[in-house]
């Protein structure tokens, strides 16, 4: 199965994002969802049609605190995250593994928009028929 996905990082550096198997994917759909589950989501304090606008209330600021801290934390997340990482590849040579991250700070600096891109597409041949990612 091909659908390898190329992004430019905010460092200007490339990510070529691979297809994980089913069983990686649904481990970390189960785990942020484990992880998010004690999330609080208050739906008269967030305005979900205006929940990306430039001016966020103080509810949507801690709904938003809540979710990043949440999953920031989980130790589990982040080993899920490095199996993802398997099928990545970072400056179009270099594997994305903890290795990479302790040697190269500029890979540092884009670590959370690797986790992220990585998350996303992934989680998103599951949600494709329900959500837009």
Same mark, same amino acid.
């Given at each position: 199965?091909?659908?390898?996905?190329?992004?430019?990082?905010?460092?200007?550096?490339?990510? $070529?994002?691979?297809?994980?198997?089913?069983?990686?994917?649904?481990?970390?759909?189960?785990?942020?969802?484990?992880?998010?589950?004690?999330?609080?989501?208050?739906?008269?304090?967030?305005?979900?049609?205006?929940?990306?606008?430039?001016?966020?209330?103080? $509810?949507?600021?801690?709904?938003? *605190?809540?979710?990043?801290?949440?999953?920031?934390?989980? $130790?589990?997340?982040?080993?899920?995250?490095?199996? /993802?990482?398997?099928? /990545?590849?970072?400056?179009?040579?270099?594997?994305?593994?903890?290795?990479?991250?302790?040697?190269?700070?500029?890979?540092?600096?884009?670590?959370?928009?690797? /986790?992220?891109?990585?998350?996303?597409?992934?989680?998103?041949?599951?949600? *494709?028929?329900?959500?837009?990612?």
């Amino acid at each position: 199965m091909s659908g390898n996905k190329k992004i430019i990082l905010p460092s200007g550096k490339e990510l $070529e994002i691979g297809i994980v198997s089913f069983s990686v994917g649904m481990k970390l759909f189960k785990t942020i969802a484990k992880e998010l589950k004690n999330v609080k989501i208050d739906a008269k304090n967030v305005d979900f049609e205006k929940m990306f606008d430039k001016d966020l209330s103080g $509810e949507q600021i801690n709904f938003f *605190k809540d979710i990043f801290a949440t999953l920031v934390a989980s $130790e589990e997340l982040e080993n899920i995250l490095f199996e /993802c990482f398997k099928k /990545c590849v970072y400056d179009k040579t270099k594997r994305v593994d903890r290795d990479l991250f302790d040697n190269d700070l500029e890979a540092r600096a884009d670590f959370l928009s690797i /986790c992220w891109e990585v998350a996303k597409y992934n989680l998103s041949f599951f949600l *494709k028929n329900h959500f837009t990612l």
